[in-house]
């Protein structure tokens, strides 16, 4: 009887720490905005480190992230330093070295970015574009859809590979290179998108040799899709909003306009309270439509003036007579329909609210 109570015991013993055993996925890590953002303290987050500790849930899985640039993650996954790289977009020649996913893990918008600051370099202004220093990171799938893609423009430039996003948009802002490709809806402060290029899937990536690792990230991808089906568009929400948040540059119509333009006159009633209303010591208007048109005229350069009136029925009659662009502080619409725009400036006006919306 006690040899048998050792043996369970025995067999019970044993049992526990493979049951606790929890399998170890490498992850290659490389600098990719809001994608894998690393802190000083060495922590990561972003897109992909929500969309992996989600898939741990399915797969009660660990990871350790190996740093390093995209280039160096794509040879330590061919070498099998590192189990599993995201984002990869799917070529021939990739899934002759790397096993790819069945399941997407996003959509990779691609962009070619300038400076905000760069009036040279207008909105799919192709033919007026000079020789471009183009920076790319290295090793990136997205350089040869940008190469398609200035081919099909006729672009003339000089590629400068990078070998990662940091040391890229570092040049940039130096002025040692004019624009970048970039994906994953990457738009940082100070720069403005001059194309969309190109909308890919992206997946996870692996090793030659983890079949079985694929096969439980896919199946876990699966579980989570029927049990949260709008997980990754949350996810890209949270992280990227969408495609139009991204600052675009003003088109050669948009900034010629904007040259030539004289002041955009708006028009307000005086006691218009929190709209708009008229400050009697600094003699001006005030207001939430004020405060919005400056940062419209801020933004683009649109001189602007203001004209109080003395109620809004006055500023009707300036506004139908041509002799103001814009009434501000208009909270119902059932007067609106009786009045036409007088000029073209309406249309152009739409269009650098657009901007300020998205900047």
Request: charged residues 25%.
């Amino acid at each position: 009887m006690r040899k048998w109570s050792l043996f369970l015991l025995v067999v019970l013993v044993g049992l526990v720490p493979l049951s606790a055993q929890k399998r170890t996925v490498r992850i290659g890590c490389a600098d990719i905005e809001k994608f894998f953002v690393t802190a000083k303290d060495g922590t990561v987050s972003g897109y992909g480190i929500d969309y992996l500790n989600e898939i741990a849930k399915e797969t009660d899985w660990d990871y350790t992230y190996v740093h390093g640039t995209w280039s160096k993650c794509l040879q330590w996954l061919k070498e099998g330093s590192i189990d599993m790289l995201l984002p990869a977009e799917y070529s021939e020649e990739r899934a002759e070295e790397y096993l790819f996913s069945r399941n997407q893990c996003c959509i990779d918008f691609v962009a070619l970015l300038a400076r905000a600051d760069d009036d040279a370099l207008l909105y799919e202004d192709w033919e007026n574009y000079p020789a471009l220093r183009v920076g790319v990171m290295k090793g990136n799938y997205l350089n040869g859809v940008f190469a398609d893609f200035a081919k099909e423009k006729g672009l003339t430039y000089t590629i400068v590979p990078f070998p990662d996003n940091q040391s890229m948009r570092k040049a940039l802002e130096e002025k040692k290179i004019d624009v970048l490709v970039n994906g994953n809806f990457n738009s940082s402060k100070g720069q403005k998108v001059l194309a969309l290029i190109s909308a890919l899937p992206a997946y996870f990536i692996f090793n030659k040799n983890s079949k079985e690792l694929v096969g439980e990230l896919d199946n876990a991808i699966d579980k989570i899709s029927l049990n949260t089906p709008y997980f990754t568009a949350k996810l890209a929400d949270k992280y990227y909003g969408i495609t139009s948040s991204m600052g675009k540059g003003y088109t050669r119509a948009e900034h010629d306009y904007i040259m030539q333009s004289p002041p955009l006159r708006i028009v307000g009633d005086r006691d218009n309270y929190p709209l708009v209303w008229y400050d009697e010591k600094e003699k001006q208007l005030k207001g939430i439509e004020r405060s919005v048109i400056d940062l419209l005229s801020e933004k683009s350069g649109l001189p602007v003036t203001y004209v109080p009136t003395d109620n809004l029925a006055l500023s009707y009659d300036i506004l139908k007579q041509g002799d103001a662009d814009l009434l501000a502080g208009i909270y119902v619409e059932k007067h609106c329909e009786k009045i036409r725009c007088h000029s073209h400036r309406a249309l152009h006006l739409r269009t650098l609210f657009r901007h300020m919306q998205e900047g």
